[in-house]
C-alpha cells in the first residue's frame, strides 16, 4: 500500500488562517529552528516536529535500514525531498525496514507534516 505525499503551499496556510493568528514576534523563527530546516541538496530529510523542527535526519542514499545508528529516532513528523530533478527524484519511505509495510510516496520539492509521529524504517530513491 503505498500514499502520495502533497505539497502545502501559503494558499493552504492561508485558508486554515494561521497566517493571520500568528502574533509577529511569534512569527519570527529563531536561529535553531533555522538551521533544523535546512536540508542539503540531492537529500531527503526528516525531522521530529512539526514544520521541518526538531531533530533533522536525512539521506541522500537508499537505506535498508534506518538504525539508531543513524539517527537517535525513527519516529519523524515532517519532511522534505531535496532531491536532483531527474536523478534521485523521488523518495519511498516505509514503515518497516528493508523496504517493508507501508510507504509513503514523497515526490522530489514536496514538503509537509505526516499526521502524526510516523515511524520511518526505510528510504528508497526512484525516478518515475
Partial sequence: MMRRIAMMGATGAVALGTLATVPAAAAQPDAEALAAKKCSKG???FYT???RTGE???TKNTIDHWG???CRTSMFRSFINNGYAGHKDDVRAYTRKNHGG???IIP???KGN???AT???SVQWFNR
Avoid: D, L, Q, T
Fill in 43 to 45: 537529500y531527503v530529510c
Fill in 49 to 51: 516536529g512539526s514544520n
Fill in 56 to 58: 533533522r535526519c536525512s
Fill in 68 to 70: 539508531s545508528h543513524r
Fill in 102 to 104: 507501508f510507504a509513503y
Fill in 108 to 110: 522530489n520539492k514536496a
Fill in 114 to 116: 505526516f499526521r502524526g
Fill in 119 to 121: 515511524a520511518i524504517r
